[in-house]
């Protein structure tokens, strides 16, 4: 597509409920991330995608956090047990470029309730 | 922390004057980028800046890189209404990803 596309646009879960926050990125880029960005903050690194092998989950807060990219296109980012701390903005990114610049998606905002 | 920090964190200036953003930074890094983010949406790529390099224009944007002080500016001359936003730099450490300060949330007064 033109551009990356994340669903749903927003997201109302109760605590301990599991959600599922879906990434498109850009066809050919080869690089995918995600990022979760608390209210009034700079995005945090979650996890890194290389085709549809995940190179690096090092930000992935705690074992609820589970990322994937079976066939190496579109991700989908699974959050279970879902805590009120849980709650921010979840942004995906696809990259050409090896160290290039970033093409984000519009984002998911996650409210637990 | 190994984050870029900009500096100011928030700023107010007249329509038609220059915006100026900083971001340090606390070790080597292989290149430095910089997003606008418009409230509500995702981040937009401005500008990418490799350590070999000293300064970059884009349109109205000008960044400059200073390795001996780990730090980098943002400017952005004769500011318009829809340059309102927050700027966050980013850092590459030499991987593939990139770790982003804390931003700067521009706001020019018409």
């Known amino acids: 597509g033109a551009g990356v596309s994340q669903s749903p646009r927003y997201k109302v879960a109760k605590r301990g409920q599991d959600v599922a926050l879906r990434c498109d990125p850009i066809?050919?880029?080869?690089?995918l991330f995600w990022y979760q960005q608390a209210l009034g903050q700079g995005p945090e690194f979650l996890t890194y995608f290389q085709n549809e092998a995940q190179l690096d989950k090092s930000g992935l807060p705690s074992d609820r956090f589970f990322a994937e990219r079976p066939e190496g296109s579109v991700s989908t980012l699974k959050i279970q047990r879902t805590q009120q701390e849980d709650s921010a903005v979840y942004l995906c990114a696809s990259s050409l470029e090896y160290r290039g610049g970033y093409t984000f998606g519009s984002g998911t905002r996650l409210t637990v309730v | 922390s190994q984050q870029g920090e900009e500096d100011p964190q928030a700023l107010s200036i007249q329509e038609g004057e220059n915006a100026t953003m900083n971001c340090s930074y606390k070790t080597s890094i292989n290149n430095l980028q910089w997003y606008r983010q418009n409230s509500g949406r995702g981040l937009v790529h401005l500008i990418l800046?490799?350590?070999?390099?000293r300064e970059k224009h884009s349109g109205r944007l000008r960044v400059t890189l200073d390795t001996s002080k780990k730090s980098s500016s943002l400017l952005i001359t004769a500011s318009r209404a829809a340059d309102t936003a927050s700027y966050f730099c980013a850092v590459n450490f030499g991987n593939e990803k990139l770790t982003f300060g804390t931003g700067t949330r521009l706001t020019i007064i018409p």
């Open positions: 066809s050919g880029h080869v690089s």
């Open positions: 800046i490799r350590s070999n390099e």
